[in-house]
């Protein structure tokens, strides 16, 4: 027996759509709180020793946060190579004012303190604002666009040309999305920084943090409706092959009404997704506005991995649907790699993943403890 025949093909395609959510959940909720702390940090801190407390809660994790990104973008370069060839020229414009507000991030790190100066350090302070505000929102508007369908079509040759503009993306749908995405980051912003800075920044970081658990719980339910009632959803009207080849041209799709509920009808324990999601929020708005550190930030989480799933299993097995021709929509089972691909970046994956895990989590252990004032003034040539 050939060794990638151990796992089918079906499995292996499942297995990897599985492993992209968890890539990209996994960032959502480390360097999630990175982008909302971000978010947070002109409103929180107002005098220069709280901005740089603010900034020491995320300063020494915020790059290995970041790794789950590179992460996601390998194995959406690995495993599905047409949705790489899609989404990273189709949003090519988006993704580049991202990365361009990413890179604002370490330089502000590194630059901020270098000079002691208040103008110097406030223009930093509002360059780490959009390095957390606009992926944030960006983000957000990314999910909305897939919803709706991202105009694009295949040419019989499996060449992706793409019809849509970066204006384009900015639809009110899409904007609702990444309006719900910032106020997600800042909610586990807040939280994070109730957990690990304290005094006036963490009563501050509660007060704001709230306000985005409120923004999650009702925009959250507000884009739910809008989704059942006006965006087209897909499915599939001809037989689907899991361990077809990797043509979208070989199946037969439609838009048809709500149909991104149709998996909740068919498999009801789906429904857990969105429940986590409204639910962590509910409980970090309890636990923030209480004081209940390690509670909440749990709550925050599980509402981030909820309103995420929510997404994924509503599309499933669709990853990125077109607009303008939906036959052309690339979905788990027929937009991946090879088998043998898929089965030896399993095995890379089996082997690394729980070495990144194991690093991470002694990284958190050694680094754990409350960023005060007054060890930020202690260690102040030591220190962002």
């Known amino acids: 027996m050939i060794l990638h025949e151990l796992i089918d093909y079906e499995t292996l395609r499942l297995i990897w759509w ?53 992460l996601g973008g390998g194995a959406i370069f ?21 990365l361009a507000a990413l890179i604002l991030r370490p330089v502000g790190f590194k630059y901020r303190s270098k000079r002691d100066s208040a103008k110097w350090r406030t223009m930093w302070d509002w360059a780490l604002f959009i390095g957390g505000a606009v992926p944030a929102l960006i983000f957000g508007v990314a999910v909305g666009n897939v919803l709706q369908g991202v105009p694009f079509r295949l040419t019989d040759e499996l060449m992706p040309i793409y019809d849509g503009t970066l204006f384009g993306l900015l639809n009110p749908y899409a904007l609702l999305c990444g309006v719900l995405s910032v ?73 048809e009404g709500a149909s991104w509920l ?14 986590l999601g409204f639910l962590g929020a509910l409980g970090a708005l309890i636990g923030l506005r209480r004081g209940v550190e390690g509670l909440t930030f749990l709550s925050s989480k599980l509402s981030v991995v909820g309103v995420i799933s929510t997404v994924g299993l509503s599309m499933f097995p669709f990853i990125l649907p077109s607009s303008i021709d939906p036959r052309s929509s690339l979905t788990v089972w027929d937009s991946s790699s090879s088998h043998q691909t898929l089965f030896i970046m399993l095995m890379c994956v089996v082997i690394f993943l729980p070495l990144v895990l194991a690093y991470t989590a002694w990284v958190y252990k050694v680094l754990w403890g409350k960023v005060t004032e007054d060890s930020v003034r202690e260690h102040s040539d030591q220190v962002y």
């Open 18 to 70: 599985v492993l992209l959510g968890v890539l990209l959940i996994a960032f959502a909720v480390t360097d999630g709180f990175d982008m909302g702390v971000g978010t947070l940090l002109p409103f929180v801190a107002r005098s220069d020793v709280e901005r740089r407390v603010v900034i020491n809660t995320i300063g020494p994790v915020w790059e290995g946060n970041q790794v789950w990104l590179v």
């Open 78 to 98: 690995a495993a599905w190579p047409p949705l790489y060839a899609v989404s990273f020229s189709g949003f090519y414009l988006a993704m580049f004012i991202v």
């Open 183 to 255: 106020c997600m980051l800042v909610m586990h912003g807040g939280a994070w920084l109730g957990l690990k800075a304290d005094g006036v920044v963490a009563d501050r970081a509660r007060l704001y943090g709230a306000f985005g658990a409120v923004g999650v719980i009702v925009l959250f339910a507000v884009n739910g409706v809008l989704l059942a009632l006006f965006v087209d959803g897909y499915r599939f009207t001809s037989e689907v092959d899991p361990l077809g080849p990797s043509n979208p041209l070989f199946s037969e799709v439609t838009r």
């Open 262 to 275: 149709d998996n909740y009808a068919d498999n009801p324990w789906m429904l857990i997704a969105p429940a």
